[in-house]
């Protein structure tokens, strides 16, 4: 099976490396022209000759990220299997559809205004009372295109310095902790859910996932699975699937966001779950049986940001693993992770002390359950 | 860190497979002329021309089988680090040297004589006892070039029918089974081994392996690792080695027969070790901190031998993982393997069962420990 991946970076290569051993091989259409795959057949740019080689060589096709044409998605629809649909990319290209399909089905978010202006904006940190948070409806990623409004008056300059045409916005809220969860529907209807992840972020970019969490009930896991699967369901989606939510003190979930896609707070499915969360994403759009999402031990995910490491400090480490993209440094860019294992989170969390005291720039882990 | 790999069959992808992460790239120069690795930049043939861009491709040189020509290996020596050494491959491509090399340090060995003559070989039938094994001293592989001497007056027709100068013979072992032993040695000295494997093969050819042996003692797995590391020492090797031995009722070891590189045997590390031989290979090349070697489950190796096998089939077990290589079927020809895994081994034997019905032309497994 020829798989076409839209864009080129590291979630297609690694989705790459995982479909190797299923017999796949890869094409990329990369429409920014930057791919850092490195591997299978890489395009670039988005005019008909580029589409129409990339489709091609293509049997069906999936997308690594979201911020895609869906006029091209649609296009590629119509000529051969596409995973997952359009209609999961619509969604999850805007802030407001999103909430309202979170709405929709009953699933807890913060509580949020859409605004088309700057006096809308002022107006609702009015209503949801400050702080709160305003974000661009469209293209969001790693904490582009948002800013944190600590009283009204902010309102005017926060417009301006985002810079879009409606924003959503949402109470501030005072959660616990950053979690999330990864399902996997096949083709088949066959549905599958990863331990849910702690997700740590910095500067709007993740830092550290671990996962399974120590302290998280049954219930909980449970209710986080509900949440996604109504999504699955509701978007008869197929694929890989992240939702990504705030815990509050009461053990209570507010879903914040999703990605229709692999994700990187999956990451530690690679070495720290019987199947990787790309592996399953391939078989989910092939149709074929989902492996196994069963965590094997406590895995923390620590991502490389910007500065890459000292190999030798990292695999000194005899059970971490290391995971890098080929990507040349840049200030914030993501260029690796390291997944670190151990028998049990307090091994985890003294093994992850040492590992981190090696990684450029890395914050303090803060997760909720550290013994 | 640009590695060369000459040879680029099932073993060479794997090896590229497990670098990647590492920040490896590959390039493959195929001096027979019929790659199958299909990632990183691919060479053929053997030619000046062939060997200059390969070796301009790469910072470091490796192999994927022992059946080089060690002049080839030797000029590339001359301008980059390659490992293992020329002598280890030497030793490899001759079983007398092989034989001589056990014995010089005290590692057991069927009785065995060398032999240039079908009168050569009649003698050494009735001096070591029907049966015997006869086999080329050079370029034997999976069961080609060998033949069972059931009787001294076979040797005339068995020296025939193998047709080479020189022959090793050996007294046929009434081993118990067959188990190997991979180890792993880096440029900077440090040295771990991996659980050992219980082989069977059918027809000259690997089907299944098993590790952990649930039934084999320390002292038996500390034996094996002195034998593998006076090897290692003896050749200052650099990279995974393997030794096949017998395993004879009482639980002593007989040396077989040793390969310089990643072995069908150790294909179980990718889903059952921590660390697999691939990129333990990879590190060791690169004088890079070995990774932890130790098994995480039992483990089932299943060779896909000549006839693919129905995906569906085999991943409906979720604990299964498909390893194709992108062969296409051919009588005899390793096209991929199936790595099992299961909490404990009698969980193992019955997944084995239900997988292996799946499998065409597999022979029941005949494992020593089966409960």
């Known amino acids: 099976m020829r798989i076409g991946i839209l864009g080129a970076g590291q979630l297609g290569q690694m989705l790459a490396l995982a479909g190797y051993p299923l017999g796949n091989r890869f094409s990329f259409l990369d429409p920014g022209g930057r791919p850092s795959a490195d591997i299978g057949h890489v395009l670039t740019g988005s005019d008909s000759e580029a589409v129409a080689a990339f489709s091609e060589a293509s049997d069906l096709i999936t997308y690594e990220f979201e911020h895609l044409d869906v006029a091209l998605v649609e296009a590629l629809e119509a000529k051969m299997p596409v995973f997952p649909s359009n209609r999961a990319l619509k969604v999850c290209q805007h802030r407001g559809e999103e909430k309202a399909l979170f709405s929709s089905l009953s ?11 700057a006096a809308e904006l002022e107006a609702a940190v009015k209503a949801l009372g400050a702080p709160v948070v305003a974000k661009s409806v469209t293209e969001g990623y790693d904490g582009k295109g948002q800013a944190v409004l600590r009283a009204p008056d902010e309102a005017f300059d926060a417009w301006n310095a985002i810079g ?11 959660f616990e902790r950053e979690v999330s969860i990864i399902a996997v529907r096949s083709r088949t209807g066959e549905l599958a859910f990863y331990p849910m992840a702690e997700n740590h972020h910095h500067e709007g970019i993740l830092r550290y996932s671990m996962a399974p969490m ?19 369901d509701a978007l008869e989606y197929v694929g890989v699937l992240t939702l990504e939510l705030f815990q509050n003190a009461d053990g209570t979930l507010l879903a914040n966001e999703m990605a229709p896609r692999v994700h990187n707070s999956g990451h530690w499915t690679q070495d720290g779950a ?10 989910a759009i092939q149709g074929l049986p989902l492996g ?17 490491v000292d190999t030798e400090a990292v695999l000194s480490e005899p059970d971490a693993h290391l995971h890098r993209y080929g990507k040349e440094e840049r200030a914030g860019r993501k260029i690796g992770h390291i997944n670190l294992t151990a028998p049990d989170h307090a091994e985890l969390f003294e093994r992850l002390d040492r590992v981190r005291s090696n990684v450029p720039d890395a914050p303090a882990p803060r997760f909720l359950a550290r013994p």
Chains 1, 2 share one sequence.
């Open 214 to 232: 120590p302290d998280v009930s049954e219930a909980v896991q449970r209710q986080a699975e509900a949440y996604i699967r109504a999504l699955l």
């Open 164 to 174: 879009h045409q409606q924003l959503v916005v949402e109470a501030f809220v005072e």
């Open 274 to 283: 019987v199947t990787s969360q790309f592996e399953n994403h391939l078989r």
């Open 292 to 308: 196994s999402t069963r965590a094997l031990h406590p895995t923390c995910m620590i991502n490389l940001i910007g500065k890459d």
């Open 107 to 117: 699933i807890p978010t913060p509580a949020y205004r859409l605004v088309g202006s």
